[in-house]
């Protein structure tokens, strides 16, 4: 069983790799459910991982739905071509309408831009199918448009919320697609993950680090939130993640 961890720097990437990871998903700002990397860190990830891990950038141009626009198509298409040049090994997507449907045109650009680079990439659809209407249709549409995985947590809230509905969408595809677990996954999760017959787990490993000194003065946060703090990847739940996987 393969595992994927979310990592929002090059540092990420290392201890991934290190730590027996098979492939990172390269984001930012995990705290907005993930953002497209820049062109920077893409280079330095993909230095990071020697070719110990696979990378696969979010291409997410902006926080909120995935109802995506022209202008913003095209500025996701220009990212996809741009990261898959750098080195990645496939792409993480997602886009919906206003229906709750998968948006296959909307996908077919994406995926083109990134198969234009590497007639090979390999395309995950994220979590977007958390918020479609009809799953098995989703997983219908997505197989037709040559996608090589989904990242589910089941259309719940979490993993161990979603597990029955894993099980069934996997049984639905047949093999034909990989279906990955992820979204508020936990560590004791991951035995029954196991158990259910998954392709892979997916999770973030993080861990809050600050340098708050006493008192530090905001600069745009209104919340009270310590504005030093940002997530770092937690090599020990990585290490254990892998243990947990047994592989």
């Known amino acids: 069983m393969l595992l ?6 090059s540092r990420g990437v290392a201890i991934a790799a290190q730590e027996g990871a098979d492939r990172v998903e390269l984001t930012t700002a995990l705290e907005l459910g993930g953002l497209t990397p820049s062109q920077g860190l893409m280079e330095s990830g993909v230095e ?13 141009c902006r926080p909120g739905d995935f109802l995506y626009s022209d ?34 045109p909307a996908l077919l650009r994406l995926s083109a831009a990134a198969r234009e680079v590497n007639a090979e990439a390999e395309l ?14 989703a997983l219908d549409t997505v197989m037709e448009l040559g996608f ?22 996997r049984r639905h595809v047949e093999g034909r697609i ?6 508020g996954l936990a560590l004791s999760d991951i035995p029954a ?13 993080k861990k809050v680090v600050s340098t708050a000194r006493g008192e530090a003065v905001s600069l745009g946060a209104a919340d009270g939130a310590d504005p030093t703090a940002y997530l770092v990847t ?10 947990a996987l047994g592989d």
């Open 124 to 137: 995950t659809l994220h979590r977007a199918i958390d918020q479609v209407q009809d799953a098995w249709h």
């Open 148 to 169: 090589t995985r989904v990242l589910s947590s089941g259309q719940q809230a979490t993993v161990s919320a979603g597990l029955g509905r894993l099980q069934e969408m």
């Open 4 to 9: 994927e961890i979310a990592v929002t720097s």
């Open 71 to 104: 202008e913003e198509l095209s500025l996701m298409e220009r990212e996809v071509r741009s990261l898959m040049s750098q080195g990645a090994r496939g792409v993480v997507l997602g886009a919906l309408t206003p229906g709750g449907t998968i948006d296959s």
């Open 193 to 205: 993950v196991r158990s259910a017959g998954l392709d892979a787990v997916h999770l973030s490993a």
């Open 178 to 183: 990989q279906i990955m677990a992820g979204g």
């Open 234 to 243: 937690d090599a020990d739940v990585v290490r254990a993640a892998r243990l």
């Open 48 to 60: 990071a991982a020697g070719g110990a891990v696979e990378v696969h950038p979010l291409i997410r």
